[in-house]
C-alpha cells in the first residue's frame, strides 16, 4: 500500500491502472473532496458526473455503482464507503468569482485552479472545468428543491474505496471552501492509499500560488 498526502486546499494527481483499488480518507473528518478521473491515453474522456446521474437514474453515488465517462463508459467502480455515504454530483467546484463574491480580499486557493494546475501536466488545456464528484459532500435538497451548503458528515478517518475499470489519473482536491460551514470552516489534508505499489505520483504541489502569479 503507497499512501499520497494531498494539504489542506491543494491537489494532487494519480496514475491508476486498471484493476487497481484505491482509497481517499479523510484523517480529520468534516472534509469535502472534489474528484476527477481522466482516462491516461484520451484527455477527451474523463468521469462525468452529468452522465453518471443519467446512467445511474440517481443523483448520488451509492456502493456498487459504476461511474461513467462523458462517453457513457464505466471508468470506476464504487467498491467501499466507510462513511455516512453523504456524496455530491450536483454542484460545481469552487472558483476565484465563488471567492470573490463571498468576500474574499486578494486572491484565495480553489479546486478549480488545483485541477487546472495539475491537469495541465497531463496535457490538459481545455478552457472548462468537468464537474467534480465530490465525496464527503453534503448538499441537501429541500422540498422546494432549493439546495444548501451543509457540514461535512464525514467523521475522522472516514474513506471511500474505488477500483480502476480503465487506465486513468485521478485528481484529488481538498476542498478550499472556508467561507460556507461544508469544511467545518476549516479545511484540512486528504489521504490516497494505493493498493499496488506501481502508480505513478506527481511531484506538484498544486494550489500553492507561484511567486508573482496573477
Not at 491502472?17 to 472534509?31: D, H, M, V
Not at 465563488?98 to 478549480?112: I, M, T
Amino acid at each position: 500500500m503507497k499512501r499520497i498526502v494531498v494539504p489542506a486546499k491543494e491537489a494532487r494527481r494519480v496514475r491508476v491502472r486498471s484493476g487497481q483499488r484505491f482509497s481517499i480518507i479523510t484523517p480529520e473528518g468534516c472534509q469535502c473532496v472534489d474528484f476527477w478521473a481522466i482516462r491516461a491515453d484520451d484527455l477527451t474522456e474523463w468521469a462525468s458526473a452529468e452522465f453518471t446521474r443519467v446512467e445511474l437514474m440517481r443523483l448520488f453515488p451509492r456502493v456498487g455503482d459504476a461511474i461513467f465517462t462523458n462517453r457513457r463508459r464505466e471508468i470506476l467502480l464504487f467498491e467501499e464507503d466507510n462513511s455516512p455515504g453523504i456524496h455530491d454530483m450536483l454542484v460545481c467546484a469552487c472558483d476565484p468569482v465563488r471567492y470573490e463574491r463571498l468576500g474574499a480580499k486578494g486572491w484565495h486557493p480553489s479546486c478549480q485552479e488545483n485541477f487546472f494546475a495539475v491537469a495541465s501536466e497531463l496535457g490538459w488545456f481545455y478552457p472548462f472545468l468537468p464537474q467534480s464528484i465530490s465525496w464527503f459532500t453534503n448538499i441537501p435538497i429541500a422540498a422546494d428543491h432549493s439546495i444548501g451548503w451543509a457540514r461535512s458528515p464525514a467523521r475522522p478517518g472516514d474513506s471511500v474505496g474505488l477500483r480502476a475499470l480503465m487506465d486513468c489519473d485521478i485528481i484529488v482536491c481538498s476542498c478550499a471552501q472556508d467561507f460556507t460551514e461544508i469544511n467545518c470552516l476549516n479545511p484540512t489534508p486528504l489521504w490516497v492509499e494505493l493498493f499496488e505499489e506501481d502508480a505513478e505520483t506527481t511531484p506538484a504541489h498544486a494550489g500553492r500560488r507561484d511567486q508573482g502569479a496573477r
